[in-house]
């Protein structure tokens, strides 16, 4: 008796469908926020930020910080406490919000691929393009703050190294992972990339950036301070960077309950937006 052609077929099994899922989300949004216009942006922004640290460094002078200090202070405020959150807000509301809204992501769900593959595609690769930009925005001030060092007598040594940039750009891609995650689960809860737009402002705002500041154990319950305790006993740091990102040395979460808090918060978020996300109804634009 001979085999149909249907008993000779193979169907592609579940983990092959996912990672071509995974691979064409996380491409096709890549090349969404690899646009030239959106990185003469980025450029723009970036300038702004050496300006402001170059700036910073040397209205230092008569405060005595070391080039290193100055540098760890505007990484950790400037970038980790105020872009980073609303770079992966932007992100997150561009790949999944506006996809949405337009009915463009329609196209990419007819494909036999899993929805999860998607989303996770999606969301990693906002969190990639928010990553990127911190890698930038830490060297570029790492060459700034050194090559002003080397060149002015007034700055005092130590030079931030490689070192501790790199240990930055780790800490702010655990950041980018988290705040990638929690803000694609926020706009897909919401009907209106606007209504996400805002409640991402005010949870950046204030939690992020008032909450983390106050006194007391609730800043442990914050992003910022948990992405903090990451690197905050580096060797190179001085005191005075502990004061401006902690008021209370006590009070600073160890390592290994900030890394416990961040990854269990980030799959919880996942979840969520899994959970949204594959019983969503998303047509076509008109």
């Given at each position: 008796?001979?085999?149909?052609?249907?008993?000779?077929?193979?169907?592609?099994?579940?983990?092959?469908?996912?990672?071509?899922?995974?691979?064409?989300?996380?491409?096709?949004?890549?090349?969404?926020?690899?646009?030239?216009?959106?990185?003469?942006?980025?450029?723009?922004?970036?300038?702004?930020?050496?300006?402001?640290?170059?700036?910073?460094?040397?209205?230092?002078?008569?405060?005595?910080?070391?080039?290193?200090?100055?540098?760890?202070?505007?990484?950790?405020?400037?970038?980790?406490?105020?872009?980073?959150?609303?770079?992966?807000?932007?992100t997150a509301l561009g790949l999944l919000g506006g996809e949405i809204e337009q009915g463009t992501l329609v196209y990419l769900l007819i494909?036999?691929?899993?929805?999860?593959?998607?989303?996770?595609?999606?969301?990693?690769?906002?969190?990639?393009?928010?990553?990127?930009?911190?890698?930038?925005?830490?060297?570029?001030?790492?060459?700034?703050?050194?090559?002003?060092?080397?060149?002015?007598?007034?700055?005092?040594?130590?030079?931030?190294?490689?070192?501790?940039?790199?240990?930055?750009?780790?800490?702010?891609?655990?950041?980018?992972?988290?705040?990638?995650?929690?803000?694609?689960?926020?706009?897909?809860?919401?009907?209106?990339?606007?209504?996400?737009?805002?409640?991402?402002?005010?949870?950046?705002?204030?939690?992020?950036?008032?909450?983390?500041?106050?006194?007391?154990?609730?800043?442990?319950?914050?992003?910022?301070?948990?992405?903090?305790?990451?690197?905050?006993?580096?060797?190179?740091?001085?005191?005075?960077?502990?004061?401006?990102?902690?008021?209370?040395?006590?009070?600073?979460?160890?390592?290994?309950?900030?890394?416990?808090?961040?990854?269990?918060?980030?799959?919880?978020?996942?979840?969520?937006?899994?959970?949204?996300?594959?019983?969503?109804?998303?047509?076509?634009?008109?």
């Amino acid at each position: 008796m001979s085999d149909t052609p249907h008993s000779n077929s193979k169907h592609p099994s579940l983990i092959s469908t996912f990672i071509l899922g995974l691979n064409l989300s996380f491409t096709q949004g890549l090349r969404l926020h690899l646009k030239p216009r959106k990185v003469l942006i980025g450029i723009a922004v970036l300038l702004l930020l050496i300006s402001v640290q170059v700036i910073m460094l040397l209205a230092d002078h008569r405060m005595r910080h070391s080039a290193t200090d100055v540098y760890v202070v505007f990484n950790a405020v400037m970038v980790l406490n105020l872009c980073l959150p609303f770079l992966s807000l932007i992100t997150a509301l561009g790949l999944l919000g506006g996809e949405i809204e337009q009915g463009t992501l329609v196209y990419l769900l007819i494909r036999p691929c899993p929805r999860l593959a998607i989303l996770v595609g999606r969301t990693l690769a906002a969190a990639v393009v928010t990553h990127i930009t911190l890698v930038f925005m830490f060297l570029s001030c790492l060459c700034a703050v050194r090559l002003v060092g080397r060149g002015n007598a007034a700055v005092l040594p130590p030079l931030p190294t490689v070192g501790l940039a790199m240990h930055l750009i780790l800490v702010g891609g655990i950041g980018a992972w988290i705040f990638t995650s929690l803000y694609s689960a926020l706009t897909l809860f919401c009907k209106r990339p606007l209504v996400a737009l805002l409640l991402g402002l005010g949870h950046a705002l204030a939690w992020e950036g008032i909450v983390a500041f106050l006194p007391g154990t609730i800043g442990g319950y914050t992003f910022t301070q948990n992405l903090r305790s990451l690197f905050f006993n580096y060797p190179t740091i001085g005191p005075w960077p502990h004061r401006v990102m902690f008021r209370d040395p006590q009070l600073v979460p160890p390592v290994n309950d900030a890394l416990v808090f961040l990854i269990g918060c980030s799959i919880v978020f996942l979840l969520l937006a899994w959970y949204r996300f594959r019983g969503r109804e998303i047509r076509p634009a008109e």
